[in-house]
């Protein structure tokens, strides 16, 4: 397969507001133009210390994954919830971008990546001079995880196929088979909503999540497995589309778009994330594949030394 391309930045700047979905705090957010081979780098202001750090959107960057991923240590600066975001991101093929935010949280919005996919979309796309890269699977590479597995095997294109089994009436057994474009994210993928049951809502709290969970941006299944949401679900199933949408974030960490199939049951954040560092940890798994260009292709050793920004050098 010829593959093609050039990175691309942000026309103009897009700001954002809201709460985050667990801390139920206020979050500013300023998604920022950068340069070539900048990747996507999240510039985080901690409300609480005032301290600023750099985090790469990479794999190595990972912390915890319980109920959303989070890049950095939560004993220091962190940003928590960036998978919505990073699916926008990559779906709508963003390569650099400095992403500014008081706060420890992305805005949850509506609880989907249809905000930002309208945001990008307003604003546009800036093509740089350097190519693209891409990760192209070469063998499968599969992680099981009690009753749940997630794999990478080789495609020609990028896919997912995603299959969720709940023992709930109002989800019970979704799949959903796509290959990954703008166009199809933007319309069947990025408005499904994060949701949850109302039997856990207590429980959530009493650990700190879903302080700021409402109906406004997530679907609440209900103790007698109806949807509470007044105006219902956007698709009939919605649940598997926001765990595909989940997948598509969590392996935005790559570091590059990945040529490849990725299939998972029962998955969720830390499933998505062992199968990416296994992927990526497996030299014989994955090759570099990029526009021909007239300088050297830059060691896999090379990439993860600097925190593997998106399009790290000449990779792109």
């Given at each position: 397969m010829k593959v093609l391309g050039?990175?691309?930045?942000?026309?103009e700047k897009?700001?954002?507001a809201g709460i985050g979905v667990h801390s139920g705090l206020p979050v500013t957010m300023t998604l920022l133009p950068a340069e070539a081979n900048t990747g996507i780098v999240f510039n985080v202001t901690c409300p609480r210390t005032g301290a600023n750090k750099?985090?790469?959107a990479n794999f190595t960057s990972i912390g915890a994954t319980d109920l959303c991923t989070v890049l950095g240590s939560m004993d220091g600066v962190y940003i928590a919830t960036i998978e919505h975001l990073m699916a926008a991101l990559r779906a709508m093929n963003v390569d650099n971008l400095i992403v500014e935010v008081e706060g420890n949280e992305i805005p949850v919005m509506d609880g989907s990546s249809r905000p930002y996919v309208e945001g990008i979309r307003e604003v546009g796309l800036k093509q740089l001079s350097a190519p693209?890269?891409?990760i192209r699977v070469k063998k499968p590479v599969r992680v099981d995880m009690g009753a749940s597995w997630g794999e990478f095997v080789p495609h020609d294109g990028s896919r997912f196929e995603v299959e969720i089994d709940f023992d709930s009436d109002a989800i019970g057994r979704q799949v959903l088979c796509a290959d990954l474009s703008s166009e199809i994210f933007e319309k069947e993928i990025s408005g499904a909503r994060t949701f949850g049951f109302m039997k856990d809502v207590e429980r959530l709290w009493a650990a700190g999540y879903a302080l700021g969970s409402s109906l406004e941006?997530?679907?609440v299944i209900g103790d007698d497995n109806r949807i509470i949401n007044p105006e219902?679900?956007?698709y009939e199933d919605e649940f598997v589309r926001h765990k595909t949408l989940d997948a598509i974030g969590d392996l935005a960490l790559s570091g590059a778009p990945i040529l490849g199939c990725y299939r998972s049951y029962r998955g969720g954040h830390k499933l998505n994330s062992l199968v990416l560092k296994a992927l990526l940890s497996d030299?014989?798994?994955?090759e570099f594949v990029e526009v021909p260009v007239n300088?050297?292709?830059v060691a896999y050793s090379e990439l993860v030394a600097v925190g593997a920004p998106a399009y790290a050098a000449v990779l792109v």
């Open positions: 050039h990175q691309t930045t942000l026309r897009l700001e954002f750099d985090i790469p693209r890269c891409f941006n997530s679907v219902g679900l956007r030299r014989e798994a994955f300088q050297p292709r």
